[in-house]
């Protein structure tokens, strides 16, 4: 995203109306999806970006943020290597029990039938469309101890096992130059990741968890696990896969979070 050339303005603007610029971030920044935005935006850097904008509204700041946020995005992505692995962790360190986590209680997790469940694939993809959980498992399957890093500030380390999601990719006829990847699920949650993170030889289309058919609490059918992302982009109880160029957001992305969600 390009950014207007700020420098001409003088150094008194930025001095007198940075007080007034950092109560009114901070009072928009009160909800928990704001805060991950403003740690990047309270910084100099950010209150000369800032220094032009209209704060004088809530939608202003709301506008600005999401700019900070996308930029944001497109820093993370050029830095991202996709040749570079997370690390790996020996058996011995594995969580026990590993959480649950979702933004409802355990009481609430969908049941999906294993035997009449088709995982969809579509938009810009040439290959297979429905693929029934069998036809999942007959892939060639690897698996990983990886660490979970939640936004909420705590982590866990677990062993899942699946397809790995670049050659899932492959077998469906996906366009492995489209710039996005939807993921859609069964209990409503979705979101999306950028197709180096889902090329990355580290990202895995779950089935399984410590050797066992994926529990529900963990995302049965399967989970997309990313040990390069943070916990909100690893989704659960994936039931469609959406190839594409356009924007697809997320439900979490779409309340204020960091869209690229490194970790």
């Not at 202003?60 to 995005?73: A, G």
């Not at 066992?212 to 982009?233: A, D, I, N, S």
Request: aromatic share 10%; proline share 6%.
């Amino acid at each position: 995203m390009p950014i207007r050339n700020r420098s001409q303005r003088p150094n008194a603007f930025l001095s007198s109306h940075a007080d007034s610029i950092i109560k009114d971030a901070r009072n928009e920044l009160r909800s928990p999806a704001r805060r991950l935005l403003g740690k990047k935006i309270l910084t100099v850097g950010g209150l000369a970006m800032l220094s032009g904008c209209d704060l004088s509204n809530d939608k202003s700041v709301d506008t600005m943020l999401r700019k900070m946020s996308f930029f944001n995005d497109h820093v993370q992505g050029l830095l991202f290597d996709p040749n570079e692995m997370a690390p790996t962790y020996p058996e011995s360190m594995i969580t026990k029990p590993f959480p649950f986590n979702a933004f409802y209680d355990i009481d609430d997790v969908p049941d999906v039938d294993a035997a009449s469940f088709r995982l969809q694939v579509g938009g810009l993809a040439k290959g297979k469309r429905a693929w029934a959980l069998e036809e999942l498992r007959a892939l060639p399957q690897e698996s990983q101890i990886t660490r979970h890093i939640c936004i909420e500030g705590w982590s866990a380390i677990g062993r899942w096992g699946g397809v790995r999601f670049s050659s899932f990719l492959r077998q469906s006829g996906a366009d492995l130059t489209a710039k996005y990847v939807a993921l859609h699920c069964a209990d409503k949650y979705w979101t999306s990741i950028d197709m180096p993170t889902a090329l990355h030889a580290q990202t895995l289309l779950t089935l399984t968890y410590d050797g066992q058919v994926l529990p529900p609490k963990y995302g049965f059918p399967m989970k997309l696990r990313m040990p390069t992302k943070l916990g909100y982009k690893n989704a659960k109880h994936i039931v469609a896969i959406t190839v594409t160029n356009e924007y697809p957001g997320g439900y979490w992305e779409n309340q204020g979070y960091n869209w690229f969600g490194g970790s």
